[in-house]
């Protein structure tokens, strides 16, 4: 095979890799959107507001308690990051670990109820 059909063979494969790597984070963002969904539901906030730059209290604890569960799920604090940030709230790494430690003592205290 000719240096020029190799290349293409790769460049091929490299797009094929990215586009499956794509369809695995959308799919992720669906199971995060049910998630944001079953937390608004619960703690009565919509979404817009889960989304906005409040620090009201009831607010911040329904972030808390999706960060909680998204790693419950299995999700790291970098995927949460970035689909927040697609959502168009900016947080840091910092915040959402601080926020799944609140989120796990909330929702224990919800489950010791």
Same mark, same amino acid.
């Given at each position: 095979m000719g240096k020029t059909k190799e290349l293409a063979h790769q460049l091929?494969? $490299?797009?094929?890799?990215?586009?499956? @790597? +794509?369809?695995q984070d959308m799919?992720?963002?669906? @199971?995060l959107d049910e998630r944001v969904s079953e937390v608004c539901d619960m703690c009565r906030v919509t979404e817009n507001?889960?989304?906005?730059?409040?620090?009201?209290?009831? +607010?911040?604890?329904?972030?808390? +308690?999706?960060y909680a569960l998204c790693k419950e799920d299995?999700?790291?604090?970098? $995927? +949460?990051?970035?689909?927040?940030?697609?959502?168009?709230y900016n947080v840091t790494h910092g915040t959402i670990v601080y926020g799944q430690k609140k989120g796990e003592q909330i929702v224990k205290t919800i489950n010791n109820k």
């Open positions: 091929l494969y $490299d797009y094929n890799t990215l586009q499956y @790597k +794509i369809q799919l992720n963002y669906t @199971k507001e889960m989304f906005s730059k409040t620090r009201e209290t009831h +607010i911040a604890k329904s972030r808390f +308690i999706f299995g999700c790291k604090p970098v $995927d +949460i990051l970035r689909y927040m940030k697609t959502r168009g």
